[in-house]
């Protein structure tokens, strides 16, 4: 079927349950916003839009897809030529996807979903919000899956492996004693973690579940005398079901929390209506207090230890080995070879493979040739690429898992010699990229107090990047991860969070211009302690990233002498921590692309 007849048959169903308005996000029954397995993909089933945020809502006369500013370009190819239209997230006149699910709900009609993959405050706060209309939420159908049927793909069996001590600084019993005496200072009698990351921590287990982040599809609940692994058992080797043994971790099947949920009586249930599943919370009874927050995982996970933080500088050194080598690659072959953008990622690929302890890509490539760049998610295929030229700009934001660190880089390589223009663009991402690499600021600070020091550049020129400028970044876990984060706008609590020291947040600000060009910087930068004095305690950054800026792209009259300096401090240390590890024909290159730069 295509697309417009996928949404016919979801409208037949919808007809046959009763069904006025069905919505159907892009999470999976953990609630993960971003990446999930194929068997929970039904958003882009459904549209046919392939981008890893957004949802789709079907009513009997209309079809949209919500998605933000990242996707627009790329939403507006996949999308034409069908009934789904586009709905650009916070633009003038589109409205919230949530008070359209409210608006359009008919008198005494029937909002549907499937409660597996919609939160439990979501799902609460829909039904407060239709009560006034006499309607209610139907949560007990997967619709679009039903459209999908057969040819939907299983859910996944990858084996489960340890990370060992040595990787993350705590064995299991330690993280586990940590979990418990969280529960114990908040008085809580369970712990339910739902979130994909948050057993892999604390029981430093790492699975193949997910394409991009090595997560299993698990949930545990913790009390003070049992911790309970919710799985597929055919995921676990003897050496894994002996390492969980050994840690008193008791194997339960996957699918059986519901019912463990449901024999929970008069407890203290600590868990976060917005990360458990509305099915799931519809076990619960009535007689058990909830503890909705967040769990203490999530600032663990945040606060990166020291073993943790050494591991990941070291995997920064073998991620920054591999893009010297490409970038030097790039620059010597694209006017020699037919480059493609596929061919350029795959070489990519293939350097960080043979770096050590490797994992896999820590997210899908953006490889993305001059106007391919204005689409911040666009994804070059072997159906879908362009020819890399000699001329303009090639974006790359790429990054690798290995066994000590995740990593998240962007460069943009100036292919020829560019534009008055787009050297002008470039600099000024660059000094946005600068002025927040640099800040220092008072403990308490949070990310969207720091964005208008990497958005500034661009909006004086009145020029906007419709993203955040930074994301966590987990350690062996998810690429993208809060609770911190660095935004502009009001405070929100995913990002609101302060800065606190052992957290990395990325320093990514960009100018996208459609169907033109786009341009990103990116480095990841590690929270760590600076003064101390009457006011307070100060915090600064630390740049855990080590590859050059394009010297190429640069033009050095919009620079002040700060930042000449700060540019050229920068290249000293990338030169010093790379310059051993590469070959001699690389390392002449790495030395003249890390050169000293001054006013002419």
């Given at each position: 079927m295509n697309v417009n007849e996928r949404i016919a048959d979801l409208r037949a169903r919808m007809e046959k349950k009763g069904i006025d308005v069905y919505y159907i996000p892009n999470e999976d029954d953990h609630l993960s916003q971003e990446y999930t397995a194929e068997y929970f993909q039904c958003k882009s089933f459904i549209s046919g839009f392939s981008g890893e945020a957004g949802c789709v809502i079907v009513t009997k006369d209309f079809a949209g897809l919500w998605t933000d500013g990242r996707y627009f370009t790329q939403a507006e190819h996949e999308l034409e030529g069908t009934c789904v239209t586009l709905m650009r997230m916070r633009q003038e006149g589109v409205p919230d996807a949530i008070d359209f699910l409210v608006d359009n709900t008919p008198e005494n009609g029937v909002l549907g979903f499937d409660g597996r993959v919609v939160s439990a405050a979501a799902a609460l706060g829909l039904s407060r919000r239709i009560a006034f209309k006499k309607a209610k939420i139907e949560t007990q159908y997967d619709l679009a899956g039903e459209v999908w049927g057969s040819e939907r793909p299983a859910m996944p069996k990858e084996k489960l492996f340890i990370l060992p001590k040595k990787y993350t600084g705590e064995s299991a019993q330690e993280r586990i004693a940590r979990v418990r005496e969280a529960m114990q200072a908040r008085k809580a009698d369970v712990m339910v973690l739902t979130a994909l990351e948050d057993p892999c921590w604390m029981l430093n287990i790492r699975g193949n579940d997910i394409a991009h982040t090595p997560v299993a599809y698990a949930f545990a609940m913790v009390t003070m005398k049992k911790v309970s692994y919710y799985v597929n058992e055919e995921k676990l080797s003897a050496k894994v079901k002996e390492y969980l043994a050994d840690n008193d971790v008791t194997v339960r099947p996957y699918e059986k929390l519901a019912a463990d949920l449901g024999r929970l009586h008069g407890k203290r249930i600590w868990v976060s209506l917005n990360e458990m599943n509305a099915d799931l919370y519809s076990h619960l009874k009535e007689d058990n207090t909830i503890l909705n927050e967040a769990s203490c995982v999530h600032l663990f996970r945040a606060l990166k230890n020291s073993t943790e933080v050494k591991n990941l500088k070291n995997a920064h050194i073998k991620d920054g080995v591999a893009m010297v080598q490409f970038i030097h690659w790039v620059k010597e072959?694209?006017?020699?070879?037919?480059?493609?953008?596929?061919?350029?990622?795959?070489?990519?690929?293939?350097?960080?493979?043979?770096?050590?302890?490797?994992?896999?890509?820590?997210?899908?490539?953006?490889?993305?040739?001059?106007?391919?760049?204005?689409?911040?998610?666009?994804?070059?295929?072997?159906?879908?690429?362009?020819?890399?030229?000699?001329?303009?700009?090639?974006?790359?934001?790429?990054?690798?898992?290995?066994?000590?660190?995740?990593?998240?880089?962007?460069?943009?390589?100036?292919?020829?010699?560019?534009?008055?223009?787009?050297?002008?663009?470039?600099?000024?991402?660059?000094?946005?990229?600068?002025?927040?690499?640099?800040?220092?600021?008072?403990?308490?600070?949070?990310?969207?107090?720091?964005?208008?020091?990497?958005?500034?550049?661009?909006?004086?020129?009145?020029?906007?990047?419709?993203?955040?400028?930074?994301?966590?970044?987990?350690?062996?876990?998810?690429?993208?991860?809060?609770?911190?984060?660095?935004?502009?706008?009001?405070?929100?609590?995913?990002?609101?969070?302060?800065?606190?020291?052992?957290?990395?947040?990325?320093?990514?600000?960009?100018?996208?211009?459609?169907?033109?060009?786009?341009?990103?910087?990116?480095?990841?930068?590690?929270?760590?302690?600076?003064?101390?004095?009457?006011?307070?305690?100060?915090?600064?950054?630390?740049?855990?990233?080590?590859?050059?800026?394009?010297?190429?792209?640069?033009?050095?009259?919009?620079?002040?002498?700060e930042e000449i300096d700060q540019i050229n401090d920068y290249h000293a240390m990338v030169y010093e921590k790379l310059s051993g590890l590469l070959d001699e024909s690389d390392r002449e290159w790495l030395k003249k692309a890390t050169g000293k730069i001054a006013r002419s």
């Open positions: 072959n694209v006017s020699k070879d037919d480059m493609t953008e596929v061919s350029a990622q795959d070489y990519l690929y293939a350097r960080r493979a043979e770096q050590k302890d490797y994992i896999e890509p820590s997210f899908g490539t953006i490889c993305a040739y001059q106007e391919n760049a204005a689409m911040m998610h666009y994804s070059a295929s072997e159906e879908n690429y362009a020819d890399v030229h000699p001329r303009g700009v090639l974006l790359v934001d790429s990054g690798g898992t290995y066994k000590d660190g995740t990593t998240d880089i962007t460069r943009t390589i100036a292919l020829d010699e560019l534009t008055e223009t787009e050297k002008k663009y470039y600099t000024m991402v660059l000094k946005g990229h600068l002025a927040l690499a640099r800040a220092k600021f008072l403990y308490g600070t949070c990310g969207f107090n720091l964005d208008i020091l990497a958005r500034g550049p661009m909006w004086n020129m009145d020029i906007d990047y419709q993203c955040g400028t930074g994301h966590g970044v987990g350690h062996v876990l998810s690429v993208h991860e809060g609770p911190h984060g660095i935004r502009w706008g009001m405070p929100r609590k995913s990002e609101g969070e302060r800065l606190e020291p052992g957290m990395i947040v990325t320093d990514e600000p960009g100018i996208y211009l459609p169907h033109e060009i786009g341009i990103r910087i990116e480095n990841e930068l590690l929270v760590v302690k600076g003064t101390k004095n009457f006011y307070g305690q100060f915090l600064e950054f630390e740049n855990v990233t080590y590859c050059p800026y394009d010297l190429d792209a640069i033009d050095v009259k919009y620079l002040t002498d």
